[in-house]
Every structure is written in C-alpha cells, then in structure tokens.
C-alpha cells in the first residue's frame, strides 16, 4: 500500500480537544520508560520533544528525570495551548517550555541534551527534514529517541488495527487513527531514511502490530 499523506496540522480545536482527552496513558508512560530503558545513564539537561502534543509525554518526562529543562515543539496552536494549561496543572511550568512552531523552524544549532519525539513523522511530507533538522539540534553524544505509527500492508488491515485498539473511542479519534496509518511509514522506509541521513548509528525496532522506535545517540 502506497503512502496516503493527511493533513500536517492538527489545526482543528475539537480534533486537538478529542485528542488530548484520549487515553494514552500506556503508550505514553510507554515511551518514556522506553527512553530509560535505552538510555540509562542518562540524568538531566535540556531535552526537546519534537511534535508535543498537548504535553503529556513532556510532563511525564520531567516526572521521571527531575534534573531536566524540557522543551516541546508543536507546529499546532490548539494543541499548544492545551498543552500549557497541562504543564501549570502538573505544577512544571518551571521546567517545561512549549513553543508553536514548525520544527524546520526551529532556531539553534547544537542546542539539545537529548531529543525524543512521538507519532510526528507521518504528519510529515518530506521526513528527510525532519531526520536532518533532528542532527542539527542535539550535541553530539546525544540520545535519541523516535516512536511512529508503522503503515499497514492494505487499507482493510489498518481498519482492523483501528478496530482493535480504538474500539470504543471518538468517531473523530478514530478517522484521526485511520488516516495516520496510512500516512505512516514502513520499516524499510525508515531505514532507508536513516541510511541516506547517514544515521545508521541509530537503530529500528519494531515493538507491535503498529509501531516502530528508532534510538541511538548521534554524533
């Protein structure tokens, strides 16, 4: 199944709003101790989470590393703003920065202890600049982290998937899934990605049916 690009922004208050009230606490606790487990010396500094979200994983990270400054990026207003009304609910708006903006816009260079990222690469037209964008940010020795939706072989088995694990959720929550599915990327094409990136350091996983993790520290 060839890919189905969705729309880059969730731009749509109601689609941001449903989002955020969607339970993903498993997957997002999930990808943190991830991080963890793949990095466990890791202790503190300044950490960018690239497409934050309404700022769960953020919050969840600043939990666990209490030494960290985190900084989330996400090119979506609502989603921003959902997001810092959040972080001051957690009592972190000391150490958790948000900011709207595209991640190609993001200014710096060398600027992050680590990065992490979840579920933004399919939102993405041309993922190359994101894999590049992602080099530029970190000092070299730095972790990574990155977590996306692995793109089905047929429509029919992303319904499935969809039908599996967001049985009872939104309707519009639901279509969201559908769509991010067949906007993701395959194994092969994120290997692909990384190898012309000349991030071959970094490795891929497959964890599920429906996701894979890349991680590794980039020099």
């Known amino acids: 199944m060839d890919r189905i690009l969705e729309p880059e922004l969730m731009d749509d208050p109601l689609q941001a709003e449903v989002y955020a009230r969607a339970d993903f606490a498993e997957e997002n ?3 943190v101790d991830r ?20 700022a769960d994983i953020p919050i969840r990270f600043a939990r666990l590393y209490p030494a960290c400054q985190v900084v989330g990026i996400d090119a979506s207003a609502p989603m921003i703003r959902l ?3 959040a ?8 150490r958790i920065t948000l900011s709207c903006e595209r991640i190609d816009a993001v200014p710096g260079a060398r600027i992050a202890d680590a990065a992490m990222s979840n579920s ?5 037209p041309n993922p190359l600049q994101f894999w590049n964008k992602l080099r530029l940010l970190v000092k070299p020795g730095s972790p990574v982290l990155v977590m996306d939706l692995l793109r089905p072989d047929s429509p ?8 599996r694990y967001a049985a009872g959720e939104p309707d519009m929550l639901r279509r969201d899934f559908y769509n991010s599915l067949l906007a993701a990327f395959t194994e092969d094409e994120v290997t692909t990605q990384l190898a012309r990136m000349n991030l071959t350091r970094l490795l891929i996983d497959i964890p599920d049916d ?10």
């Open 29 to 31: 606790q999930g990808f």
């Open 35 to 54: 991080f963890r487990e793949y990095f466990p010396d890791f202790s503190g500094g300044r950490v960018l989470d690239l497409g934050c979200g309404p």
């Open 83 to 85: 997001g810092e009304q």
């Open 87 to 94: 972080v001051k609910q957690a009592g972190l708006s000391d």
């Open 120 to 124: 933004l690469l399919h939102h993405l």
């Open 156 to 163: 029919e088995e992303a319904q499935a998937i969809v039908d």
């Open 210 to 219: 429906r996701h894979w993790v890349v991680g590794g520290v980039i020099y």
